[in-house]
């Protein structure tokens, strides 16, 4: 009884007290409380899913016989599911919740609008799962991150036109005629999924195009995908939170504007580097090396940004769990960014091409630099949108688990990666011999999975200790969430 | 910068170059390929029979994972390596939609498997369980893809010929599928044993 008590007074608004100092925010928490709440959830069912279906893959790889005698959970079938069901459910989700509720409050009103982000997301959701129950029957596509079903697709599409006309609508209804850069990456976001996946489903669908360049247009839509969507929720989040944690503005705010330009610019036209060598055109895959090339120019503007707000405050990092993540998700992006770039470099590409380096790199973007940001937006969200305190003990665990499963997937992958590529590309090695030398990196990436599934399991421990958990004195008043200054606004 | 107008225009064109210089150019000015020839000279090779089904268990199963089906000339070792003579170019890909290249070589290069592997037995046992043949691979087995009957009278023909240790037990024969059949026709169907003008090979080069 007091359990459901508990989930009552959890959504009531009427079990807190209002503060008149901060009514415009409460408003605006309360209007996005459950698209937050709907995306929170799924993060953490998907995100569990991910990384049991990532546990299998791993396992697969130095022990192929395990769970080898069904056709349903074949390594061919459970990888693609693994690398969809991260991307799309973990990392859309959680990034999503965090990105859209940054989004609402920076247009500083509450919308009425919110069930069409709460209705889309949810149809995006049972369209991924269809998708998923699609690859595992046979259904799936060649394509990286493309192999959902086709017949699943369009409806993916149109769940995602209505998170992006959600965005469009807040942007739009901003109460301060300026912007802020938090805002111009989520635009980015959301409006480049629309354009490189419609692109990448015409092309590769609906009037496929010749043999060797469906292999291109794969190659674009991937990178664009790291690069124009995912990427930008993470900056977004960290463009936001830093200023409001720290009470001072980003270090070196004015050159947001030129680091967003040439990261869309150099981000745009890479796609097209892991195709050196292949079978089409020279010249095109050489766009894509300069493109990569020239990233570092975004790329040591951003990290000047955040590591230097984030090193200026350093003693306060320890002291909030979101802050924490968003520390983490920084150093990752750093990390992710040099590999990148270092892996596309002619020279370099040769030796890694075809090897684990890549998805080393990939799971780095994925579950470091993008997930731990997104976690460090959730909790911040989580106490706000609910009124209740964090179960720190339990977060800073997860906190833990979660760098070190990072650390060890990337790590072995990236440096088992690359020691594979010497073997494949620069030696007559045998391929048996091959598998046997890279075995105990793969172990390594088993280790770090086992890790991510403790994180994964505490999230969700965390999501649904935050709903039934009683509602202290404490937390029943308004002067529960303290005033933040409206940093955000301010360039310098 | 203030304003979404903004935003979306250059997010757009930046978009839009991207892809008009990285795929729409030179898929408009070299996919449009035509192959060499007709019959039985045409170039890229046809086939037919089982090969189409085989190709979609291919798909299906997601081999595409951990083989590729592309061999570079002026980089790597896959010549060294044995898995083709010369570089593939566009015109070897134009009858494969959708298309197998991969990016991932955790298993060896297919694109001329047809040619270094060519038997149907081996490649059946292989299949059914990669141990048999190339113990420590890490390939999954595929016995799913295989029934295992009673022999009543007589053995069928395509029985699978085991190693003991990997055999069924006595008055019982493994065959193979339809899928299994349709997929081993799609593997020796894959051969690189033409040569194409545009595509580089050691000949060309040294010359």
Same mark, same amino acid.
């Given at each position: ?47 569990? $899913?991910?990384?049991?279906?990532g546990l299998a893959t791993s396992v697969k790889l130095h022990s192929p016989s395990f !769970? ?7 390594y061919g079938?459970v990888k693609?599911?693994f690398w969809?069901?991260l ?8 990034? !999503? ?19 069409? !982000? ?22 799936? =596509?060649?394509?990286a991150?493309?192999? $959902?079903?086709?017949?699943? =697709? ?7 036109? *209505? ?11 901003? =109460? ?43 190659g674009?839509?991937v990178d664009?995908?790291f ?5 930008? !929720? ?36 890479r796609?097209?580097a892991e195709m050196l060598n292949g ?6 895959a050489?766009?894509g090396v300069?493109?990569s090339f020239?990233l570092l ?34 150093i990752s992006f750093v990390l992710y960014g040099i590999f990148d770039v270092y892996g596309s470099l002619i020279g370099v590409n040769e030796t890694i091409q075809f090897s684990l380096f890549d998805s080393g790199v990939k799971l780095l973007a994925l579950l470091g630099f993008? *997930?731990? =940001? ?29 760098a070190m499963g990072v650390m060890l997937i990337a790590g072995g992958l990236i440096y088992g990666g690359h020691s594979q590529g010497v073997l494949l590309n620069d030696s007559t090695t045998s391929l048996l011999s091959i598998a046997k030398i890279s075995q105990s990196f793969l172990f390594l990436s088993t280790l770090g999975m086992a890790f991510l ?40 | ?13 930046? @978009? ?43 798909? /299906?199963?997601g081999c595409v994972a951990c083989h590729t089906q592309q061999v570079r000339f002026s980089a790597g070792n896959d010549v060294d390596r044995g898995w083709g /003579? ?15 290249v991969g990016t991932q070589r955790i298993g060896p290069d297919l694109t ?18 990669p141990q048999?043949?190339s113990a420590g691979s890490t390939m999954p087995?595929?016995?799913? @893809? ?7 009278? /007589? ?36 051969? @690189? ?15």
């Amino acid at each position: 009884m007091s359990l459901i008590n508990n989930i009552c007074s959890t959504f009531c608004p009427c079990s807190v007290e209002q503060s008149p100092a901060r009514e415009t925010e409460s408003s605006i928490d309360a209007s996005m409380r459950w698209p937050a709440l709907v995306m929170i959830k799924a993060s953490a069912f998907w995100f569990i $899913l991910a990384i049991a279906l990532g546990l299998a893959t791993s396992v697969k790889l130095h022990s192929p016989s395990f !769970l080898g005698d069904s056709a349903l959970l074949t390594y061919g079938k459970v990888k693609p599911a693994f690398w969809n069901a991260l991307v799309y459910g973990f990392v859309f989700n959680a990034s !999503l919740a965090s990105v859209t509720w940054i989004l609402a409050r920076l247009s500083g009103q509450a919308m009425r609008n919110n069930v069409l !982000l709460t209705v889309s997301v949810s149809a995006w959701n049972v369209g991924l799962l269809i998708g998923l129950v699609g690859i595992f029957i046979g259904d799936q =596509t060649p394509f990286a991150l493309l192999e $959902l079903p086709n017949y699943i =697709t369009p409806f993916l599409f149109v769940s995602f036109l *209505g998170i992006g006309l959600w965005g469009l609508l807040t942007f739009k209804a901003r =109460t301060f005629r300026s912007s802020f850069a938090s805002q111009w990456y989520v635009l980015m976001a959301l409006f480049c999924f629309a354009w490189i996946f419609t692109a990448a489903q015409i092309m590769l669908f609906c009037s496929p195009v010749q043999g060797a360049f469906q292999a291109l247009v794969n190659g674009w839509y991937v990178d664009n995908l790291f690069g124009l969507v995912l990427a930008p !929720l993470a900056f977004a989040t960290i463009y936001y939170l830093i200023p409001k944690s720290f009470g001072k503005p980003v270090v070196g705010y004015r050159y947001a504007g030129i680091a967003f330009w040439t990261w869309a610019l150099f981000s745009a036209f890479r796609g097209s580097a892991e195709m050196l060598n292949g079978p089409i055109p020279s010249w095109v895959a050489i766009v894509g090396v300069i493109a990569s090339f020239a990233l570092l120019l975004p790329l040591s503007t951003l990290a000047m940004q955040f590591l230097s707000s984030l090193f200026g405050n350093f003693n306060q990092i320890w002291d909030s769990v979101s802050m924490r993540f968003i520390f983490a998700g920084v150093i990752s992006f750093v990390l992710y960014g040099i590999f990148d770039v270092y892996g596309s470099l002619i020279g370099v590409n040769e030796t890694i091409q075809f090897s684990l380096f890549d998805s080393g790199v990939k799971l780095l973007a994925l579950l470091g630099f993008v *997930g731990m =940001t997104a976690f460090g937006g959730i909790y911040f969200i989580l106490p706000r949108v609910l009124n209740k305190n964090l179960p720190s003990s339990l977060i800073e665990m997860q906190f833990w688990a979660h760098a070190m499963g990072v650390m060890l997937i990337a790590g072995g992958l990236i440096y088992g990666g690359h020691s594979q590529g010497v073997l494949l590309n620069d030696s007559t090695t045998s391929l048996l011999s091959i598998a046997k030398i890279s075995q105990s990196f793969l172990f390594l990436s088993t280790l770090g999975m086992a890790f991510l599934l403790f994180s994964a399991v505490a999230f969700l421990v965390t999501f649904f200790w935050m709903i039934v958990a009683p509602r202290s004195a404490s937390e029943k008043s308004a002067l529960f969430v303290k005033a933040a200054p409206d940093m955000e606004c301010s360039a310098s | 910068m203030n304003r979404g107008p903004f935003i979306f225009l250059g997010l757009f064109f930046i @978009l839009a170059a991207s892809w008009a210089v990285t795929l729409n150019y030179p898929q408009g000015k070299s996919g449009q390929l035509t192959a060499i020839g007709s019959g039985a000279d045409r170039l890229p090779h046809q086939s037919l029979g089982l090969v189409p089904k085989g190709r979609e268990v291919y798909q /299906e199963l997601g081999c595409v994972a951990c083989h590729t089906q592309q061999v570079r000339f002026s980089a790597g070792n896959d010549v060294d390596r044995g898995w083709g /003579e010369r570089q593939t170019v566009a015109r070897d890909y134009i009858d494969q939609n959708p298309v197998f290249v991969g990016t991932q070589r955790i298993g060896p290069d297919l694109t001329s498997v047809g040619t270094r592997l060519n038997d149907a037995e081996w490649l059946h046992r292989h299949f059914y369980n990669p141990q048999i043949d190339s113990a420590g691979s890490t390939m999954p087995p595929f016995a799913f @893809l295989y029934e295992e009957s009673k022999i009543i009278g /007589e053995a069928s023909n395509n029985a699978l010929v085991l190693p003991e240790k990997f055999a069924p037990k006595a008055g019982k024969e493994i065959t193979p599928t339809r899928k299994a059949e349709a997929l081993v026709a799609y593997m020796l169907s894959l051969k @690189l044993d033409y040569d194409l003008p545009e595509a580089p090979n050691a000949e060309k080069v040294n010359y």
